[in-house]
């Protein structure tokens, strides 16, 4: 890991460690991935303004936002099906997260169990729900999170029907994998994923295994699963029947425009998280950290702000709080360290970008992440 220097290169480190149809799910986005490359290039149209000799000898990186402290401004992502990357799976990463001060969001479609993440999380912890068809889930989700303790949940709305992944379609991606005729050399040149992959065989979507049979009944397509268990059909007054049904802090995620901010103060939402899901889904959409500016003009500060994707270096971070944001999140990042190494390698990456951002800050000449704006900021 030692070598490891950058995002860019615990990236190429997962590609050499994981079978090509495993590598693409997790790398790949919707059609011709423009979403997924312009969430990362759109941070390049804006210029960081250092301030000299403001005194940086300390430089505070903790905040607050939903409804608690943070040690930094940054949570990860909730990605499912972690298991497929490493066999330390969530729960690698939610311990990794929680050393090095790290909020952790957990996913519906996650290989460890709720309950057990809550007990190895000391961080601020968030769990996300998409709404089933099966409407009893979500209260289900509901209950257990308040038994555990979670601080926040999470409605992603980006995912009424699955996106176009054609990396997946031309892969024949399938969740457990599976050993095709066309996929068997790529497998056979990663004997150490694919010994351990045979050997610890828990891909199950744990959480909701209990009431859906999807998995359990034999291989799946990860598009298929969103198109035949999650409800298209849900509404405004769905997503306001579950704000009241939780009663803390609540994130919508998936929301890019200001009417839609708008909407969601009006439903008593606390949070947004800004995201295209990595570019993942509808493509054409606009990179989260330009949609700050709008949605922020439009809410004031009614709504706490996530930038969700794209973000790949300390500085993304310190752009997106200029311009308004109350925090980031990430989640190719932290997989890309997983499958390079495990829970080590996660650990050892996310120190490393806190570090960098300590350092960015002082660079910049701001001690402190909370007085970030755009004085330190200007249009490229
Ligand atoms: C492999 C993978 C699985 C994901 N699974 C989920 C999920 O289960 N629920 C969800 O809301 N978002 C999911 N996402 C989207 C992430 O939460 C997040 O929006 C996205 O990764 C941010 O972009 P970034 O990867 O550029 O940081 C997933 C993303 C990836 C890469």
Not at 31 to 38: A, K, M, P, Y
Not at 271 to 287: T, V
Not at 297 to 307: A, H, M, P, T, Y
Request: charged fraction near 25%; proline fraction near 4%; include cysteine.
């Amino acid at each position: 890991m030692t070598k490891l220097f950058n995002v860019h290169d615990y990236r190429k480190a997962a590609k050499r460690r994981l079978p090509k149809p495993i590598f693409d799910y997790l790398d790949g986005g919707a059609d011709d991935e423009w979403s997924l490359r312009n969430n990362t290039s759109a941070f390049d149209k804006y210029e960081l303004w250092p301030h000299q000799l403001s005194g940086v000898g300390e430089i505070n990186l903790a905040t607050r936002f939903l409804g608690t402290e943070h040690q930094l401004p940054v949570m990860l992502s909730p990605t499912g099906m972690t298991r497929l990357f490493h066999h330390h799976k969530e729960l690698g990463v939610a311990r990794a997260a929680s050393e090095t001060g790290y909020a952790y969001s957990l996913s519906t479609v996650g290989t460890a169990k709720m309950e057990d993440i809550a007990e190895i999380c000391k961080t601020p912890k968030i769990f996300q729900i998409y709404v089933h068809r099966d409407r009893g889930l979500t209260h289900e989700f509901v209950e257990r999170a308040k038994a555990s303790n979670y601080d926040a949940l999470c409605l992603t709305v980006d995912a009424a029907v699955a996106g176009n992944r054609e990396r997946d379609f031309k892969n024949g991606f399938s969740v457990p994998p599976r050993l095709t005729l066309a996929s068997l050399a790529s497998f056979a040149a990663h004997p150490h994923w694919t010994l351990n992959f045979l050997r610890e065989h828990d891909f199950r979507f744990i959480n909701v295994v209990h009431r859906v049979d999807a998995i359990s009944s034999g291989t799946l397509g990860v598009m298929k699963y969103i198109n035949s268990q999650l409800d298209p059909s849900i509404s405004w007054d769905d997503a306001a029947e579950i704000v009241a049904l939780w009663g803390g802090p609540f994130i919508i995620k998936g929301v890019q425009s200001a009417e839609d901010a708008a909407q969601a103060v009006e439903i008593g939402a606390s949070a947004l998280m800004l995201s295209n899901h990595g570019g993942r889904q509808l493509e054409g959409s606009p990179a989260p950290v330009d949609c700050v500016r709008p949605i922020r003009d439009r809410v004031g500060d009614k709504l706490e702000l996530i930038v969700d994707g794209g973000v790949r270096r300390p500085g993304h971070l310190i752009k997106a709080l200029c311009l308004g944001a109350n925090a980031v999140s990430f989640g190719r990042p932290y997989l890309y360290a997983l499958a390079a190494g495990g829970e080590n390698a996660v650990k050892a990456f996310l120190t490393s970008f806190k570090e960098g951002l300590k350092r960015d800050m002082a660079l910049l000449g701001c001690a402190d992440v909370q007085v970030l704006d755009e004085r330190f900021l200007r249009s490229a």
